[in-house]
């Protein structure tokens, strides 16, 4: 049984808030520093397109270019080792999608958007789906969450494992 999605109406601030938190970049004249809940996978985000012109730098933290329609290209990590050779080329549209994805799949994350706006995991479980559909990285993430049933299982083969260990060890002497 497949979910439908609905679309999900979010303010243009709340969509640049999740932008700056999960990117964060901020320049001086002297350095550029890198601070975002992302940069971990994600690197980078170019506008490509926009009905507006943006002021400032960087680019997402103005919330006029999430009133209307825009595209922009991220920058990725494709295995999770730092190679930043992934690129996904996302619109306006994709943000709505990705929106659709946090409330339906991740609704006390989403929430925690509409309320807050600046969580740093949120912003990251954001970006996440934006890129790759869905939550890859994090606690969230099937195959990496500690209680997740696949982690359960190994840790109940591991720990079985050790029993057997112990059991041939004490059988020795």
């Known amino acids: 049984m497949t979910s439908q999605l609905t679309e999900v109406d979010v303010c243009p601030q ?26 971990y996978w994600l690197y980078e985000a170019t506008l490509l397109r926009s009905d507006v012109k943006p002021t400032g730098h960087p680019w997402y933290a103005d919330a006029r270019v999430f009133e209307g329609p825009f595209e922009a290209e991220l920058q990725f990590d494709l295995k999770y080792d730092g ?11 994709d943000v709505q999608r990705g ?10 994350h989403f929430r925690d958007m509409m309320d807050d706006g600046s969580d740093p995991d949120v912003a ?22 500690p209680y997740s049933p696949a982690m359960l299982e190994w840790m109940d083969k591991v720990i079985a494992d050790g029993k057997k260990i112990v059991a041939a060890a004490q059988a020795k002497k």
């Open 14 to 39: 709340k969509i640049r808030d999740q932008f700056v938190t999960a990117l964060g970049q901020r320049r001086t004249p002297h350095h550029e520093y890198r601070w975002g809940s992302s940069n």
């Open 83 to 93: 190679d930043g050779a992934g690129r996904k080329r996302i619109t306006d549209a």
């Open 99 to 108: 929106l659709e994805v946090m409330a339906r799949d991740h609704p006390r």
């Open 124 to 145: 990251d479980m954001f970006a996440q789906i934006l890129v790759h559909g869905k939550v890859v990285y994090g606690c969230e993430a099937p195959k990496h969450c």
